[in-house]
Each structure stands twice: as structure tokens, then as C-alpha cells.
């Protein structure tokens, strides 16, 4: 029996999570083994909560998404002004997102059969703090100080980038981010990107996933999956906002010390 708690609990994870670089995917399946919540049926649910966080960066920046859509002139390549909207900045997306649907498509079995456990995680948020201090510490002087001056060969790079994301407890964000760090772009401005790039991989990650597993839920499992859908979305939008703001006062380091603090914990009382 699916107990109405675990949503709300898993959907909290994964709204708060999602978006900032400590690794929603590592923290579901931590919550997971904690609520004794595992399966196909709980890889499933994360996968549906995962949606409400997607939408909840859809709203607050529709009208980024909205200056995407086909306009007239949409498809002038020679519009040296048009920046991160219509035709380029569906392009820059594009490339961003590329690399993750080739890799996945190609490696999905093996990150689904061997990397969602608790050591994997564990390793994978170390590996993914060193690499937020090594580029908070080295990280070359920002170029770019808004979206609409990303360029595509910056775009591509952040893609490449992303693909780290796919070892949970890696982080996408902190992936994309850390990309767009190395790229040249600023704090905000990578933070940014790293929200509206997700929507495209997501969305296709998530589609797929629910294409292939969507059947171990039954028709009694509505209610449970739109409590952790409505509550990644709140909680997600909250997080969102506020991580924006605070970017202007903080670097990455306190995430990466978190993921440090985490890493052990979890090698010592959640084993395979």
C-alpha cells in the first residue's frame, strides 16, 4: 500500500533538490531506503514528482519559454540581437541537451542496472563536491553576464557537461553549472541556463521513463502520484526563487561541504 506521506515527504525531496548542486536522483534514492520505498513503482513515482519541479521552472520563467516560440523572422540566422529567444535560443538548448539524449539513449541500462544505489551516490557526491571546490577556486574570469549572451559553442560545452549528471548523486545542476562556470558565464547567469536547460533533457528523460514503467502503477495510485507532483511543484518554485537570490552572496562551496558531510553517512548506515 502506497502511504500518502511518502509522497509528500519524497515530493519536498525532490522539489528542494532538484535544482540546486547536491543531486535530487541521489537524495530519492536515499529517501527511498529510508521509507523502504524501492522498485519500479518508486522509480516510477520519482520520475512523475520530477515533472512538477519541471513545471514549476516553466512558470517562472515563461517569459523566457514564450520568446522561444515561432515568431515572425524566426528563423533569420542573420539576427545577431536575438540572443537567448526564438530560433537561437532553441538552438542553444538544443545543443545543450544533444550529448545527454545520445548518451542516455545508449547508456540507460547500465545507469538503471548498476549506479542507483546507495554507494554509487555516495561516491558520486564526492566526486561531484572536489569538483565544485576545484572550479570555485580556479574557475576562469565570467565573459557572460546574461543568457542572451551565451554563445553555441558555450551551449554544446555545458551539454557535454550535463552528462556527468547522468551517475545519480552527481548533480545536474551543479554539472551544467560548473560547465557554464568553466564557459565563461557568470554565477546568476549559469544558474539561470542550468534551470531552462533542464526542461528539454528532462522532459525527454522523464517521458521515456514513464513510457517504459508507466504500468506498474494502477488506477488507485492517482491521488498518491498528484500529491508528490503538487508538492515537487510548490516546493520546487520556492527553491528556484530563492536560490537566485542568494547566488549574489554565496559560492558553491557550502553545497560541496554538505555533499562532503553526506557522503560518509550515507556509506555507513545506508549499504546495498
Known sequence: MLHYWTAVILGLVEGVTEFIPVSSTGHLILAGHLLSFKGNTANTFDIVIQLGAILAVVILYRQRFI?????RDWMNWSN?????????????????TLPAL????????????????????ALALAAGALAILAVE?????PKADSLDAIGWLQALLIGFFQCFSMWPGISRAGATSIGGFLNG???????EYSFLAAVP???????YDLYKTWSEFKEGDLLFLTIGFA???????ITVSAFIRILGR???????????ALAPVILLFWPD
Open 67 to 71: 520568446g522561444l516560440l515561432p515568431q
Open 80 to 96: 545577431k540581437k536575438a540572443g537567448f529567444s526564438g530560433f537561437q535560443g532553441c538552438l542553444l538548448l538544443g545543443l545543450t
Open 102 to 121: 545520445i548518451m542516455g539513449r545508449f547508456a540507460y541500462p547500465v545507469i538503471k542496472g548498476y549506479l542507483f544505489n546507495p554507494t554509487s551516490v
Open 137 to 141: 577556486r580556479w574557475r576562469p574570469e
Open 185 to 191: 558565464l557568470e554565477r546568476k547567469t549559469a544558474a
Open 201 to 207: 533533457v528532462m522532459m525527454a528523460a522523464t517521458g
Open 231 to 237: 508538492v515537487s511543484f510548490i516546493t520546487a518554485y
Open 250 to 260: 554565496w559560492t558553491l562551496k557550502p553545497f560541496a561541504w554538505y555533499r562532503i
